[in-house]
């Protein structure tokens, strides 16, 4: 009769195993969020750095072609300014174009991002 009751009885090995798999399992799914966010922020910097270097190519382009007033690498500057980009370089091309490349001001982990954008007038 001994022997049935050690039977039924668990093993002392697997005592506290299911905390140590649950605690695993939590760890996978924190870095998983967590890669995940800092992924969609980096889509999202350089989504904005897009933006921010079409705009300013735009400004500048009008500028160029004198439909606003200034010199266009300094409006195209200004624009990107407000939305928190720098103009890493601005040059004008043929045919009344503007080249304008920005960056973003990053996230340490992520670094900078940046967008590239040429404007003119329509063909």
Sequence with gaps: MAEAGQQGAPDGRERGSGTVLAAVL??????AMAVMLLLAQSAVL??????????????????????TVGEPCTVAAEVAGRHAAT????????GQTIEVRTELGGHPLLGAATGRARAGPPP
């Design 26 to 31: 939590a760890l996978v799914v924190m870095t």
């Design 87 to 94: 103009v890493l370089s601005c040059s004008e091309g043929a």
């Design 46 to 67: 350089a989504s904005r750095a897009a933006a921010a270097a079409d705009l300013a190519a735009l400004a500048g382009a009008d500028a160029l072609r004198g439909i």
